[in-house]
């Protein structure tokens, strides 16, 4: 999240496999692959996504090698806060954790 938080993707790229599945909100489909992530990412190069932000009630489950982390991403812009569930899960490679899916949605507000 720092990464955005400057406008930079590359960091949340880095952490990407070759073989990434994503899901948001401002997708019409399922994203596959790094190439697609990456075309979507590169919309936002240089346009800081929030002010600031928080990252609250994360929690880490493991099973061999994977790894799934579910949380809340609170984005403060502008002195408006936007939630997001978020759930990214992890695979243990040579070249250590990668993201194989990611997937947002809003939090629905009550």
Known sequence: MDG???GNPDPALSMAA???TYF?????????????VKALYDQYRG???FDSYEMADAKVQTAGDVAI???ILVQHVQGNTARWNATE????????????????S???EQ
């Open 18 to 20: 070759p073989d990434i």
């Open 89 to 104: 899960v992890y695979r243990k490679t040579g070249d250590g954790w990668r993201v194989i899916h990611s997937h947002w």
């Open 4 to 6: 955005f938080l400057q």
């Open 24 to 36: 948001h909100t401002m997708t019409q489909k399922r994203l596959d692959g790094l190439p697609a």
């Open 106 to 108: 809003a939090v629905r």
């Open 69 to 71: 982390l579910t949380y």
């Open 47 to 49: 346009r800081p996504l």
